[in-house]
């Protein structure tokens, strides 16, 4: 049961032009969100992250916005930049006690110089 | 700061051998700890977490095991190593409270032969 979801496994955009990734979650007691960055063969780098008191977040380039009725969160990066050409993956998770982090499959974006 | 570390960084092993990745955090006390492996396709998947010293759990059954002899030390293990073992393994860390964020160490290559 894949309970977040990346149904885009590739992207490829225009340096200079915004880049929209999706994530799809079924859970409804999900409540933080997470966006990580991974190149190949390094370990995911936390980018962002959003609770399910907002319905958006932004920190510098990247904005994730979450639309809690549509269980749907996006990650914006605007301008794109050929540096941005890595896997992005979305996670989930409830608040309290212990956090099990449940991470979506990954899309993996292409930022055309 | 906090900083996790993970090693070896690279492994080839053959068939039926053991196995002991390990993965050490700094500048935290009582953190979360996990191990994830990533594999083509199927994004990240938790194979174990840990809350406190020798307390493991296991998300999914499989020829590994982990242990946390130490509160910062965190180690997957085998005694004989199968072909499908082989993949990119990630240690992570997290706080413990709500809407936390996890952080992972460098990454293990292994490969079985």
């Known amino acids: 049961d894949q309970q977040v979801k990346q149904n885009s496994p590739s992207l490829s955009v225009q340096e200079g032009r915004i880049s929209i990734l999706n994530c799809d979650y079924t859970?409804?007691?999900?409540?933080?969100f997470l966006w990580y960055k991974k190149y190949p063969a390094e370990g995911p780098t936390f980018l962002i992250s959003?609770?399910?008191?907002?319905d958006k977040n932004e920190d510098g380039r990247f904005t994730v916005f979450l639309n809690k009725s549509a269980k749907h969160l996006s990650l914006h990066i605007v301008p794109s930049q050929p540096g941005d050409s890595a896997v992005y993956f979305c996670?989930?998770?409830?608040?309290?006690?212990?956090?099990?982090?449940?991470f979506g499959t990954g899309t993996k974006l292409q930022v055309i110089p | 700061s906090q900083t996790i570390h993970q090693w070896p960084a690279t492994l080839v092993q053959p068939v039926g051998s053991p196995l002991s990745l390990e993965c050490t955090v700094e500048g935290t006390s009582n953190p979360n700890l996990y191990w994830y492996r990533q594999a083509a396709g199927r994004g990240l998947q938790l194979l174990f977490y840990?809350?406190?010293?020798?307390?493991i759990s296991s998300e999914v059954p499989q020829n590994l095991s982990a242990s946390r002899p130490q509160d910062r030390q965190f180690i997957l293990s085998s005694k004989k190593l199968l072909l499908s073992d082989s993949g990119f393994y990630l240690c992570?860390?997290?706080?413990?409270?709500?809407?936390?964020?996890?952080?992972f160490g460098e990454g293990s290559w292994l490969t079985v032969v």
């Open positions: 992570a860390w997290s706080q413990t409270g709500s809407g936390n964020t996890i952080y």
């Open positions: 996670a989930a998770t409830n608040s309290g006690g212990y956090q099990k982090v449940t």
């Open positions: 959003i609770s399910s008191i907002k």
């Open positions: 840990s809350v406190g010293i020798g307390q």
């Open positions: 859970n409804s007691m999900f409540d933080y």
